[in-house]
């Protein structure tokens, strides 16, 4: 099969498509794969500063859409069925095994691109909101990188839980897509006072939560936009700079700053996945749930896709169109 193998830790340079035997289904679900989604932590993994770092070559890709060939017995899902799975290696190829729990089936209506990039935004995105950051109805969300994979997750997650949703981006455009992503009210880190702008749109006050995929002085001004008992969830650090803070300003202003793991939190507590996708899959019938595709590019041309992602001209969810 067809397979796009990292072959030296260089970032987008260092793939080359290449010719590998397909993967054993062993105990797993095999899948004859669609569409790809491109993230973050795959650009990280080809540069070799991503938490987890396996030895060369290895053929990288976090998650999938497509058919599934082979499941089996006890897998909720069976052969011919439209899927979606989280897969964390192996997903830039033809054929990729994924494990059972983690392969969900395609809401109804989603085209193969669309599903492609969905499992881990939106399972982090509603990890990210409910368990860690305890969102409550009517409460106020700021979402930063509001227009990336993870940021359009999480302001169509916390409409669905009834929350105020606002949004930071770099550009026009972006807001444009944060606001029809469903951002009440989208503002510009570029325009330098985007603190206050969130100051008077909550009426002095500040937000309940900010979800933070950013870091850097982004996570350094979020702490000034908390409300009393705000909770500023870390989910990345997609500027490069990872932040410090001084616990004082913490206990001052009666806030938390929480970190989300949604990948590693899955070894200590497996059942939440099956929480969580039957909680997405509520929200992707009432609407509320609809990934925002944004560039798609054939899979031979995923080094331009993770350049898309670095050099922050992606706008939505980037996918690779497999087959
Ligand atoms: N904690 C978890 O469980 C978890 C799970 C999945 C992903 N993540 C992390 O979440 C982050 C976002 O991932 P993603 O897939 O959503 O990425 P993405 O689609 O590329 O979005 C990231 C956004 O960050 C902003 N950004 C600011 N400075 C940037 C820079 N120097 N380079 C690139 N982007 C920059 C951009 O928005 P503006 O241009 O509008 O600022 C961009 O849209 C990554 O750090 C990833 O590792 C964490």
């Given at each position: 099969?067809r ?8 970032g ?6 290449t ?17 790809a ?19 060369l070559?290895?053929?990288p ?18 052969a ?9 290696l ?8 994924a ?15 669309a ?25 106020t ?28 981006v ?15 009210r ?38 000034k ?25 913490l ?26 996708s ?30 898309a ?15």
């Open positions: 099969m397979a796009l193998r990292l072959e030296r830790l260089e987008p340079e260092g793939l080359l498509l010719e590998v035997p397909e993967p054993e289904a062993g105990d797993q679900v095999l899948i004859d794969v669609r569409a989604g491109v993230s973050f932590p795959d650009l990280l993994l080809s540069r070799g500063q991503y938490q987890m770092k396996p030895s070559p290895f053929v890709g976090v998650e999938v859409a497509g058919v599934v060939r082979h499941a089996p017995e006890g897998a909720a899902v069976k011919g069925d439209r899927v979606m799975a989280f897969t964390l192996g997903g830039w190829a033809d054929v990729v095994a494990a059972p729990g983690m392969t969900f089936p395609i809401p109804e209506g989603w085209s193969f691109e599903a492609a990039g969905t499992v881990m935004n939106y399972h982090t995105a509603h990890f990210a909101l409910h368990r860690r950051g305890r969102l409550r109805e009517g409460e969300v700021l979402v930063h990188g509001a227009a990336g994979g993870v940021g359009t997750a999480s302001l169509q997650v916390a409409r669905g839980a009834g929350a105020r949703v606002l949004a930071v770099s550009s026009e455009e972006k807001a444009e897509v944060a606001r029809s992503a469903g951002a009440d989208a503002f510009l880190s570029t325009s330098g006072d985007w603190v206050s702008q969130v100051k008077e749109a909550t009426g002095g006050r500040g937000v309940d939560v900010v979800l933070d995929p950013v870091g850097g002085d982004i996570f350094d001004l979020s702490l936009c908390l409300a009393p008992e705000g909770r500023l969830l870390v989910v990345g650090f997609a500027g490069g700079r990872i932040p410090e803070v001084k616990v004082n300003r206990l001052l202003k009666n806030v938390d700053v929480v970190g989300v793991a949604w990948g590693s939190f899955l070894l200590h507590e497996p059942g939440i996945t099956a929480e969580i039957r909680a997405l899959a509520s929200l992707a019938e009432k609407g509320f749930v609809e990934p925002v595709v944004g560039p798609v590019f054939p899979l031979e041309q995923a080094a331009q896709a993770l350049r992602l670095e050099s922050r001209t992606a706008v939505g969810k980037v996918v690779l169109r497999v087959r």
